[in-house]
């Protein structure tokens, strides 16, 4: 059974950074396309960034781009993303994905407030 767990959120002035760690483990971590989402109070799930299986290719919300970046570590099974210049409207809970043809997994989420 696979299995994908956040950490590295908390609460960080404006402009400050944070970086998140979504470690992978029960499943072939190396055959999946890996992604951030994040959901503010009130709002729907949103696409933050992904990254494909041959870390070849990246996509970014609008909103993070250059701010944000994501990147993975095959041979740690992690995925990473660096938040830098951080803004109120990023607070969120935080969700790493990790998806196949045959299926995906969730983490359970990370809570990132960004508040003076």
């Known amino acids: 059974q696979g299995l994908l767990v956040e950490s590295g959120g908390g609460l960080v002035q404006p402009g400050g950074s944070l970086r998140l760690s979504c470690a992978a483990s029960?499943?072939?971590?190396?055959?999946?396309?890996v992604s951030w989402y994040r959901q503010a109070p009130g709002k729907e799930r949103e696409l933050v960034a992904f990254?494909?299986?041959?870390?070849?290719?990246?996509k970014y919300a609008d909103s993070v781009k250059g701010r944000f970046t994501i990147s993975r570590d095959t041979a740690e099974n992690t995925i990473y993303l660096q938040m830098n210049s951080l803004k109120e409207e990023d607070t969120a809970v935080y969700y790493c994905?990790?998806?196949?043809?045959?299926?995906?997994?969730w983490g359970q989420g990370t809570q990132v407030t960004v508040s003076s």
């Open positions: 994905t990790a998806e196949a043809l045959t299926g995906g997994y």
């Open positions: 990254i494909s299986v041959s870390s070849t290719s990246t």
């Open positions: 029960g499943f072939t971590f190396s055959r999946y396309a």
